[in-house]
């Protein structure tokens, strides 16, 4: 069983920032692709990031230019760096592994006009 646990939603500005973190329970980061979701109230998941096991990035069309997804494999972190950040932006943002075979607990964004 792994646990991951995401942390550094807030509430921010349009045009600001914020990095989310996603820490994992064990070393499992380059055994699978990781991603991040979010989910606005509403609305479906959607995936927003992806990292494969070789450290390629992967983004959603709404999102490219301004979020960049990273990890630190010796800290068994997954970072969502998010930069000029839009209302639309707002929602729960989740880290998985697999994907989808575990999840976080998700953190809030909140991003006010």
Not at 37 to 42: D, E, K
Not at 63 to 70: D, E, H, L, W, Y
Not at 74 to 77: M, R, S
């Given at each position: 069983q792994v646990q991951l646990v995401e942390s550094g939603g807030g509430l921010v500005q349009a045009g600001g920032s914020l990095r989310l973190s996603c820490a994992a329970s064990k070393s499992i980061l380059t055994l699978s692709a990781m991603g991040w979701?979010?989910?606005?109230?509403?609305k479906q998941r959607e995936l927003v990031a992806t990292i494969t096991r070789s450290g390629s990035p992967g983004y959603v069309d709404s999102?490219?230019?301004?979020?960049?997804?990273?990890r630190d494999n010796?800290?068994?972190?997954v970072y969502l760096q998010m930069n000029s950040l839009k209302p639309e932006d707002t929602a729960v943002y989740y880290c998985t592994w697999g994907p989808g075979l575990y999840w976080g607990q998700g953190t809030q964004v909140t991003v006010s006009s």
């Open positions: 979701y979010r989910q606005a109230p509403g999102v490219k230019g301004r979020f960049t997804i990273s010796a800290e068994n972190t």
